[in-house]
């Protein structure tokens, strides 16, 4: 074979493995959902697919979706998506489908992914798009539909600047819709983030994709679209009197069809936030029209089945009922005359109501009611009902609780909470049950509990009910543990103690005067004088302690030297000195086990203030001279860096925390992109193990070492020709030396395994079993083992 024959025969190949049909595929959509963190997504293709038209293995395990910049078409990613689910989907009268059978299914493909803040942040925003080849010869309102592909195309905003999910289809029904016949199906979509929406129809995209070319992903500013067979148009897809339209507000499709046949539309639906258009999906589907029998089940009748018993019923001559009022906010049942060979459809106004489609309706708003019965069974014409109900709900009057203050205070006080007077009686209830002799306008809770009143107005006939939650929250504890003595000399101290909890904010005071800097549930007291506590928890409650009087008898002068700051990681101990000599020094709480003779040692305290003590007693004098300073023991920095891999010729960035404050020296420099910076790129070309000292503005340090260890490259060839002609009979695969746990699997087009090597001493030689492979293109993975990601693709063997 020549060297340009093999060219062809490569260039055939992968344009079979491409190329792909989709004839049997009626439509589809994407969706982009956001998840918890701000940059994870998960994207999804929903595909619709005719069982009865789809060949065995149409169905991929995977599909792949590109994502492109919308101003420029820059291609950002390609996603590939496992298939995630399949369901069939329902049609209330699987009779009709034999006369244009179609067996509709839904096929999902979903993958999490992440769309880092960082890179998607262009105003314009992005689309996302995966296009098919080709549509069904069948369809009747396009031209060449058997060469026009399909395009399913997503636009999103920036998620760094608008966080959004696009917006979700219903999923949709196999309904066949009958000639001459209203009929009318839903496509509204919902929208996690309660953006506005609208809808429109659309001409479908046709794409770059037909029978000979296979651009399945490419991107465009203004995709081909289909061309149109004389007559139909986007406004006119379905032929019909009146023809296939659609609400823009609730996404509702009706059509009275007047020509038999398979109709290809498209739905665009474009989300609004603020008044801004942010994003934008389109569904691509097909609705099939039938000639159907002109039978009809007999036609129903509306029975009311349940009613309040202040209800005004109306009824005609034969005892139908054909209107009620009743009072806003009460319920009535509607019902028909149910069996398993019918279906039903409710309708409020002309309009069906979606999920309504028993044979049981609860009202809750006014409006003209009716129903159409259906064979479930038999393929046949719907039946309406003869006469329809209609509802009148009476708005009643909007009558409020008010309250004379906040509904939440704290114990001991209480809030007036006060109904409209008028020609009203009133029924108080607290929590669901009834107050006893509450039937006055008014009503003063002194407790927490949910305070609802039922008011009746004897004008409208109508109970107007409102409720108010009143919160009571308990006072705070304001108690100071008794100390052990309250008469002490003067230097020392007396630790003050009072309930401590983390909603409590505190306020010592000594002889009327407040104590600021004083906040905490201990108070260490160095003076004689009058203290109280004052606590006011999170709520804005508050107490205030019984008083205590505290007393300092005078000790001799002595003073101690200010002590600096030391780091907690401080090679040297700080010396510390007072004057006069001749006392000790201590410590309290951790800083006890520091002080030694007169030294203190940080390593034994860590971060934090400590309080050292100096005393010295002398004779006559019944209370010892004190002095104290308070050492700051500063923290010293910590990272933590791990060692790495990186392929030789490539970088990696090192250490993967950043702490703006601390100051980075790292050594040696050699294949640093900086040895200053705190995350550096590294691209030795030897495994290199370097070494970083962190600094902290006060001059605290600390060292750490990482190693980065260098791999070689694999050079993966993609074709061999196993003809021991002595040139390229094997398949040699550069630098997998490096990589002696590796795994090697081929496998033919139908998944099986033709070669598997655990390491790769010995190259592939074309063999399986011990016989030759016929030539053909063949799928490998190489998986190098440890934290290295895995490698796959194809190879073509000639002979």
Same mark, same amino acid.
């Given at each position: 074979?020549?060297?340009?024959?093999?060219?062809?025969?490569?260039?055939?190949?992968?344009?079979?493995?491409?190329?792909?049909?989709?004839?049997?595929?009626?439509?589809?959509?994407?969706?982009?959902?956001?998840?918890?963190?701000?940059?994870?997504?998960?994207?999804?293709?929903?595909?619709?697919?005719?069982?009865?038209?789809?060949?065995?293995?149409?169905?991929?395990?995977?599909?792949?979706?590109?994502?492109?910049?919308?101003?420029?078409?820059?291609?950002?990613?390609?996603?590939?998506?496992?298939?995630?689910?399949?369901?069939?989907?329902?049609?209330?009268?699987?009779?009709?489908?034999?006369?244009?059978?179609?067996?509709?299914?839904?096929?999902?493909?979903?993958?999490?992914?992440?769309?880092?803040?960082?890179?998607?942040?262009?105003?314009?925003?992005?689309?996302?798009?995966?296009?098919?080849?080709?549509?069904?010869?069948?369809?009747?309102?396009?031209?060449?539909?058997?060469?026009?592909?399909?395009?399913?195309?997503?636009?999103?905003?920036? $998620?760094?600047?608008?966080?959004?999910?696009?917006?979700?289809?219903?999923?949709?029904?196999?309904?066949?819709?009958?000639?001459?016949?209203?009929?009318?199906?839903?496509?509204?979509?919902?929208?996690?983030?309660?953006?506005?929406?609208?809808?429109?129809?659309?001409?479908?995209?046709?794409?770059?994709?037909?029978?000979?070319?296979?651009?399945?992903?490419?991107?465009?500013?203004?995709?081909?679209?289909?061309?149109?067979?004389?007559?139909?148009?986007?406004?006119?897809?379905?032929?019909?009197?009146?023809?296939? %339209?659609?609400?823009?507000?609730?996404?509702?499709?009706?059509?009275?069809?007047?020509?038999?046949?398979?109709?290809?539309?498209?739905?665009?639906?474009?989300?609004?936030?603020?008044? !801004?258009?942010?994003?934008?999906?389109?569904?691509?589907?097909?609705?099939?029209?039938?000639?159907?029998?002109?039978?009809?089940?007999?036609?129903?009748?509306?029975?009311?089945?349940?009613?309040?018993?202040?209800?005004?019923?109306?009824?005609?001559?034969?005892?139908?009922?054909?209107?009620?009022?009743?009072?806003?906010?009460?319920?009535?049942?509607?019902?028909?005359?149910? %069996?398993?060979?019918?279906?039903?459809?409710?309708?409020?106004?002309? !309009?069906?109501?979606?999920?309504?489609?028993?044979?049981?309706?609860?009202?809750?708003?006014?409006?003209?009611?009716?129903?159409?019965?259906?064979?479930?069974?038999?393929?046949?014409? #719907?039946?309406?009902?003869?006469?329809?109900?209609?509802?009148?709900?009476?708005?009643?009057?909007?009558?409020?609780?008010?309250?004379?203050? $906040?509904?939440?205070?704290?114990?001991?006080?209480?809030?007036?909470?006060?109904?409209?007077?008028?020609?009203?009686?009133?029924?108080?209830?607290?929590?669901?049950? #009834?107050?006893?002799?509450?039937?006055?306008?008014?009503?003063?809770?002194?407790?927490?509990?949910?305070?609802?009143?039922?008011?009746?107005?004897?004008?409208?006939?109508?109970?107007?009910?409102?409720?108010? %939650?009143?919160?009571?929250?308990?006072?705070?504890?304001?108690?100071?543990?008794? $100390?052990?003595?309250?008469?002490?000399?003067?230097?020392?101290?007396?630790?003050?103690?009072?309930?401590?909890?983390?909603?409590?904010?505190?306020?010592?005071?000594?002889?009327?005067?407040?104590?600021?800097?004083?906040?905490?549930?201990?108070?260490?007291?160095?003076?004689?004088?009058?203290?109280?506590?004052?606590?006011?928890?999170?709520?804005?409650?508050?107490?205030?302690?019984?008083?205590?009087?505290?007393?300092?008898?005078?000790?001799?002068?002595?003073?101690?030297?200010?002590?600096?700051?030391?780091?907690?990681?401080?090679?040297?101990?700080?010396?510390?000195?007072?004057?006069?000599?001749?006392?000790?020094?201590?410590?309290?709480?951790?800083?006890?086990?520091?002080?030694?003779?007169?030294?203190?040692?940080?390593?034994?305290?860590?971060?934090?203030?400590?309080?050292?003590?100096?005393?010295?007693?002398?004779?006559?004098?019944?209370?010892?001279?004190?002095?104290?300073?308070?050492?700051?023991?500063?923290?010293?920095?910590?990272?933590?860096?791990?060692?790495?891999?990186?392929?030789?010729?490539?970088?990696?960035?090192?250490?993967?925390?950043?702490?703006?404050?601390?100051?980075?020296?790292?050594?040696?420099?050699?294949?640093?992109?900086?040895?200053?910076?705190?995350?550096?790129?590294?691209?030795?070309?030897?495994?290199?193990?370097?070494?970083?000292?962190?600094?902290?503005?006060?001059?605290?340090?600390?060292?750490?070492?990482?190693?980065?260890?260098?791999?070689?490259?694999?050079?993966?060839?993609?074709?061999?020709?196993?003809?021991?002609?002595?040139?390229?009979?094997?398949?040699?695969?550069?630098?997998?030396?490096?990589?002696?746990?590796?795994?090697?699997?081929?496998?033919?087009?139908?998944?099986?395994?033709?070669?598997?090597?655990?390491?790769?001493?010995?190259?592939?030689?074309?063999?399986?079993?011990?016989?030759?492979?016929?030539?053909?293109?063949?799928?490998?993975?190489?998986?190098?083992?440890? %934290?290295?990601?895995?490698?796959?693709?194809?190879?073509?063997?000639?002979?």
């Amino acid at each position: 074979m020549t060297q340009r024959n093999t060219y062809l025969f490569i260039l055939f190949l992968l344009g079979l493995s491409t190329w792909v049909s989709a004839s049997h595929i009626v439509g589809g959509n994407i969706r982009l959902a956001r998840q918890g963190t701000a940059d994870q997504f998960t994207l999804s293709l929903h595909l619709f697919i005719d069982d009865l038209n789809s060949r065995a293995g149409e169905i991929k395990p995977t599909v792949k979706l590109a994502i492109y910049r919308r101003k420029d078409n820059l291609k950002m990613g390609e996603f590939e998506l496992p298939l995630l689910n399949q369901q069939p989907l329902s049609a209330s009268n699987q009779a009709c489908a034999q006369l244009r059978p179609l067996k509709l299914r839904e096929v999902v493909y979903s993958k999490e992914i992440e769309l880092s803040a960082d890179r998607f942040d262009d105003p314009g925003g992005y689309y996302a798009v995966h296009g098919v080849c080709c549509r069904s010869g069948a369809i009747d309102n396009i031209t060449q539909a058997d060469e026009s592909g399909m395009v399913f195309h997503l636009e999103f905003p920036a $998620p760094k600047l608008t966080p959004n999910s696009s917006p979700t289809f219903s999923v949709p029904t196999g309904e066949y819709a009958c000639k001459g016949q209203p009929f009318s199906f839903s496509f509204k979509a919902t929208d996690a983030d309660g953006d506005q929406l609208k809808y429109s129809l659309v001409t479908p995209y046709k794409g770059f994709t037909d029978q000979g070319t296979a651009y399945d992903n490419q991107p465009s500013s203004a995709y081909p679209t289909v061309g149109w067979r004389p007559g139909f148009s986007a406004e006119n897809a379905v032929p019909g009197a009146p023809g296939l %339209s659609i609400n823009p507000e609730t996404g509702q499709l009706s059509v009275t069809a007047s020509q038999v046949g398979l109709f290809a539309f498209a739905v665009l639906c474009e989300e609004f936030r603020n008044g !801004q258009r942010i994003g934008s999906v389109r569904r691509d589907f097909q609705l099939a029209v039938v000639d159907c029998p002109t039978n009809t089940p007999p036609a129903p009748v509306i029975e009311l089945t349940q009613a309040p018993v202040n209800a005004h019923i109306e009824k005609d001559a034969g005892g139908v009922v054909t209107s009620v009022s009743v009072c806003q906010g009460q319920e009535l049942t509607l019902q028909t005359e149910s %069996s398993t060979e019918w279906s039903f459809q409710w309708q409020r106004d002309g !309009q069906n109501l979606e999920g309504d489609t028993t044979a049981t309706l609860v009202v809750k708003a006014s409006g003209d009611y009716t129903v159409i019965k259906k064979f479930r069974n038999t393929c046949g014409k #719907p039946s309406p009902a003869q006469t329809s109900v209609r509802i009148n709900m009476t708005e009643a009057e909007r009558l409020k609780l008010t309250a004379s203050g $906040p509904t939440t205070f704290c114990d001991g006080r209480s809030v007036l909470l006060k109904a409209p007077e008028g020609s009203y009686t009133y029924a108080w209830f607290k929590n669901g049950q #009834p107050i006893p002799g509450a039937r006055e306008s008014d009503y003063q809770p002194h407790e927490t509990g949910e305070f609802k009143v039922q008011i009746f107005s004897a004008v409208t006939g109508c109970t107007v009910t409102d409720s108010v %939650s009143v919160q009571v929250h308990p006072k705070p504890v304001a108690s100071i543990t008794p $100390p052990p003595a309250t008469t002490v000399c003067s230097g020392d101290t007396i630790r003050l103690n009072a309930v401590a909890r983390p909603s409590y904010r505190y306020q010592w005071e000594m002889t009327g005067t407040v104590l600021n800097q004083e906040e905490t549930a201990s108070l260490a007291a160095t003076q004689s004088g009058y203290y109280v506590l004052t606590v006011t928890d999170t709520n804005q409650c508050r107490a205030v302690s019984d008083g205590i009087l505290l007393t300092f008898n005078t000790a001799p002068t002595v003073s101690m030297t200010p002590l600096p700051a030391i780091c907690e990681n401080a090679t040297e101990r700080l010396s510390l000195h007072a004057e006069p000599g001749g006392g000790t020094f201590t410590g309290i709480g951790r800083a006890a086990g520091a002080v030694t003779a007169s030294e203190f040692d940080p390593s034994k305290t860590g971060p934090g203030q400590y309080v050292i003590t100096y005393t010295l007693s002398q004779t006559g004098s019944a209370c010892p001279g004190r002095a104290q300073q308070t050492v700051q023991v500063l923290p010293a920095p910590f990272i933590r860096v791990s060692d790495v891999t990186v392929r030789r010729g490539s970088e990696v960035q090192l250490n993967p925390t950043n702490v703006d404050t601390l100051r980075y020296v790292w050594t040696p420099s050699v294949g640093l992109s900086s040895p200053v910076t705190a995350r550096p790129y590294a691209s030795p070309d030897t495994t290199t193990t370097y070494r970083v000292k962190v600094t902290t503005p006060q001059g605290c340090e600390f060292t750490a070492q990482l190693t980065v260890t260098v791999m070689t490259a694999l050079f993966i060839p993609d074709a061999f020709t196993p003809n021991n002609d002595g040139l390229n009979d094997d398949w040699v695969i550069r630098g997998i030396a490096d990589y002696p746990d590796c795994t090697v699997e081929v496998y033919n087009r139908w998944g099986n395994p033709v070669f598997v090597s655990k390491g790769y001493a010995q190259p592939w030689d074309g063999r399986s079993n011990g016989q030759d492979v016929p030539p053909a293109v063949y799928q490998y993975v190489i998986k190098p083992g440890g %934290s290295h990601p895995h490698r796959s693709g194809s190879v073509l063997i000639t002979r």
